[in-house]
């Protein structure tokens, strides 16, 4: 097993863009635990528990942005730690504050848009059957777009009374 | 040369100077620039974020574009952009409350928890309001950060003041959320004072000096917080539970737009932070922070 991990100097993003980017990079094949986070020393001590935390990020600052990626060996943390940057690159370039609200959830969507009956869900497959199940619930037709969605769990959505598309 | 254009001013804060400064770009973002300066920060926003004591509101300019901005006679000159400061008028971050009006605000507080509970981004602090929220932590570093989050506040509304110093920098962004969830508390003590006639100066004094880190923005919202000042989509939050539920929604859904959670963190602050005060209060007991 290998930790590698790299401090970038005056980076900032908000907190859900970088939990999304470090589940991004888990999601790599071999990658056991990855965290990209600003350099707090609360920060740094979550690092540590979850055994992720580098010599290197000993003297970072608040506004260093620490990426750590735990993995089966260091070619595979090396190529973690580039897709991370990667996506972040990518993520700086869409971010847009709107001003407005955007729901988070499918049930603030339900409320915000009352009129709505179809959801179309892209997830990993390993999450993607819980919101259509609960889309089902709320009465709305479902497409799913989402690969590695269990077998049981198809047959589960698909009998529920509502439309199904996969 | 300095040429004028069509950016026009809205606000200014009542914290934002007027006298010749010379600003560093400390970041940008689509509709915020923030500024350093010798004295703190100030951050010039677009109206729809809305404005603060220390935010100048302007329209019509790129902020992700801004190389360079400072304060010369009076204007704001935002690369090659001059607004005259004086000529917007001064937002006020201070709030006035009816002290017998305590009932109404405990009843809006409550719409405002439903709402946040039920809006609210997954990876917020609000599974400090809902447990059924602690699912969406998946990963153990989300897990170790959650626990983090949840092991500090119970210390801090259990009494313990110093775990402030514990809770601060816990999160992963620009202004972790442990930094937004203090800064909620911090206005909802300051309300507590404005409803009952109790002095809360010196809780909010020490929450702020156990609370300051090198991080200059979050440092900033946590000095005007601890003052009692008030950024404008918090301050309508405020005045709208003493109107009717639609009112409470829709600040709240504005609140929401802050960030992906620091609207939620502030508010998730707030909310436990009312709620230990009030018990205490209804209940004829003291401050559990003295």
């Known amino acids: 097993m290998a930790v590698k991990g790299i401090l970038k100097e005056g980076e900032y993003y908000d907190s859900v863009t970088l939990m999304l980017v470090a589940r991004d990079v888990l999601a790599l094949e071999g990658v056991e635990e990855a965290a990209v986070v600003m350099g707090t020393d609360q920060n740094k001590s979550i690092l540590e528990t979850s055994g992720i935390l580098l010599d290197m990020f000993n003297d970072a600052i608040d506004s260093d942005l620490l990426i750590a990626v735990k993995a089966k060996d260091e070619a595979i943390c090396d190529a973690a730690i580039q897709k991370a940057k990667e996506l972040l690159t990518s993520r700086h370039s869409k971010m847009q504050e709107t001003g407005e609200y955007t729901p988070k959830s499918l049930e603030g969507a339900v409320d915000f848009l009352s009129d709505a009956n179809m959801v179309i869900i892209s997830l990993a497959g390993k999450y993607a059957g819980d919101e259509a199940m609960k889309a089902l619930k709320n009465g709305l037709h479902v497409m799913l777009f989402s690969d590695n969605v269990s077998i049981e769990t198809e047959i589960e959505l698909k009998n529920t009374e509502k439309n199904m598309v996969f | ?290």
């Open chain 2, 1 to 290: 040369m300095v040429i004028a254009t069509q950016a026009q001013i809205v606000s200014r804060g009542g914290s934002v100077p007027l006298c010749d400064t010379v600003f560093t770009i400390h970041s940008t973002f689509e509709r915020v620039a923030n500024l350093l300066y010798s004295d703190g920060i100030v951050s010039v926003v677009t109206e729809d974020i809305g404005g603060g004591p220390n935010n100048i509101v302007i329209n019509g300019f790129n902020f992700l574009n801004l190389k360079e901005a400072q304060i010369i006679n009076e204007e704001l000159i935002l690369n090659d952009t001059k607004i005259f400061l004086p000529r917007a008028s001064k937002y006020d971050s201070t709030i006035k409350l009816d002290a017998s009006k305590k009932t109404t605000f405990l009843s809006g507080l409550q719409i405002f928890e439903r709402v946040l509970v039920r809006h609210a981004h997954p990876l917020s602090s609000v599974f400090l309001l809902d447990d059924r929220r602690k699912s969406f932590f998946i990963t153990p570093f989300e897990k170790n950060l959650r626990n983090q989050l949840d092991a500090s506040v119970t210390e801090i509304l259990n009494g313990k003041l110093s775990s402030v110093s514990k809770l601060k920098g816990i999160g992963l962004g620009f202004t972790p959320q442990g930094d937004d969830l203090i800064n909620g508390m911090l206005l909802a003590i300051y309300v507590y004072q404005l409803l009952t006639d109790y002095s809360t100066a010196h809780i909010r004094e020490e929450i702020y000096r156990l609370a300051r880190s090198k991080n200059v923005i979050s440092d900033t919202f946590l000095y005007f917080s601890a003052k009692g000042e008030f950024f404008e989509r918090f301050k309508n939050l405020i005045h709208a539970f003493f109107q009717d539920k639609e009112s409470v929604i829709n600040a709240t859904m504005q609140l929401l737009a802050i960030g992906e959670t620091s609207g939620a963190d502030i508010g998730t602050g707030f909310i436990l932070a009312s709620k230990e005060t009030f018990k205490k209060s209804t209940n004829g007991g003291v401050l559990i922070w003295q």
